[in-house]
């Protein structure tokens, strides 16, 4: 019996403790602890944090300033005095006395009768742009303060005189460059501060009389270059302390009056008469310092129409070799 025992016992031991499963035995005996440890926690925290972080800081500082600085200022001044002249002609005579009554003739092209300026404390023309025509008489005169014409630019003609006369501080008449003919006299007398007369260089007809007088400061003519031929009545060039010579009357050939030339102390020739050919009217040359006698000598003999009469005197004296024919 016990070595029955043992020898089962040996078998179950060979048998690794395998549970019987022959039919209809005892299933009692195994316990079949299959616990199956499988211990596979699966602990798969999956801590896949993946929180992103990107914070996508694209400042993208595009600060194109665009810094074109085109600041076109176009200082296009736009000085074309485009002016506005609706008024057409000022009917009858008009004065200006102060500088407000310069702005009466604003707009107006022309003044039918006589336009007197004679204002001490006027100091702009600039409000008479639009005339163009004087119908008469156009005076200038007793202007203390006035040192130039502009203004005037537009005026072509003057239908009778034109006198500028005792304007202390005018020193051009610039202001005048369009003036072509004045149809009676022009005088220029008095104007202690006036150099020359280019302003002038447009007129080519003076009707009447000529006559440039006591203008201190006054050293040439040639302002008047552009009048040729023949001047209707009387030519006067009298007592200009610093004219040297007649330059700008060089064109005028015949006087229809009298030829007078006194008084200018600085006056060394009489060259620029040089095409005068007629004196309609009586000669008087005297009173010129430096003005030899045989300047006059010499023009007494090229004028083919003798004067009415001839004063000559006080001039330099001096021998002419040989001595003109009609040398007084």
Known sequence: MRYLLLMM???????????????????????????????????????????????DTDTDTDTDTDTDTDTDTDTDTDTDTDTDCPNGEYGGDITIDTQSDVA?????????????????????????????????????????????????????????????????????????????????????????????????TGLTSVGVELQIAVNAALTNLNGLSGITGSVGADLNIAANATLTNLGGLNGITSLGGNLDIWGNTALTNLDELGALTSVGGDLSIWGNAVLPDCEVCDLLDQLTTAPTSISVHDNLDDSCTPVPANCP
């Open 104 to 200: 009466t003739l604003v707009g107006y092209t022309s003044v039918w009768e006589n336009l007197h300026i004679n204002c001490p404390l006027c100091t702009d023309l600039s409000e008479l742009i639009c005339l163009t025509s004087v119908g008469i008489e156009l005076w200038i005169s007793y202007n203390d303060a006035l040192t130039n014409l502009v203004g005037l630019s537009n005026i072509t003609s003057v239908g009778l005189d034109l006198n500028i006369a005792y304007n202390d501080a005018l020193t051009s008449l610039d202001g005048l460059t369009g003036l072509t003919s004045v149809g009676g006299e022009l005088n220029i007398i008095g104007n202690d501060a006036l150099t020359n007369l280019d302003g002038l």
């Open 9 to 55: 016992l040996a078998t179950v031991l060979a048998c690794g403790g395998c549970s019987k499963s022959s039919s209809g035995g005892d299933e009692s005996g195994t316990t079949d602890s299959d616990t199956d440890s499988d211990s596979d926690s699966d602990s798969d925290a999956d801590t896949d944090t993946d929180s992103d972080t990107d914070t």
